[in-house]
Each structure stands twice: as C-alpha cells, then as structure tokens.
C-alpha cells in the first residue's frame, strides 16, 4: 500500500491533484463534483484520479447512487 501510494502521488504527472483530492478528503467527505469546484480542476480530470485512487485502494465510494 504504502508504495502504491508513493507511486500515486509522487511518481506520476497527476500526483500533486491526486494529493490535493486525498488532502481534502482527508478533511470530510466531498463527491467529484465538490472536489472540481474547490480545486479548480476539470471535472472530467477529478473523476479519472478518483477512478486510479480508488482502482488502488486509496479512496472508496460511499454510495453508488450518488456522486
């Protein structure tokens, strides 16, 4: 886990986004659509580092149905 966290965060192009959405979500909840108005980022762009942080076990989704 540990090294695939690295390797997220640290050694890909998307890593500091990906450290700013685990960052906040650190904080509390937010869906994809809370993370792109608060970041400033794509909303297209949050939804792929949410899809590679949860592929890889950093972030879950609470609730299918809803963001």
């Known amino acids: 886990m540990e090294k695939a966290l690295w390797y997220l965060l ?23 659509n809370q993370l792109h108005e608060e970041l400033g980022l794509d909303y297209n762009s949050v939804r792929h580092h949410l899809d590679v942080l949860e592929e890889h076990d950093i972030v879950t989704s609470s609730d299918e149905n809803y963001g």
């Open 10 to 32: 640290v050694g890909t192009r998307g890593g500091t986004n990906r450290a700013r959405i685990v960052r906040l979500l650190d904080e509390r909840p937010r869906n994809a």
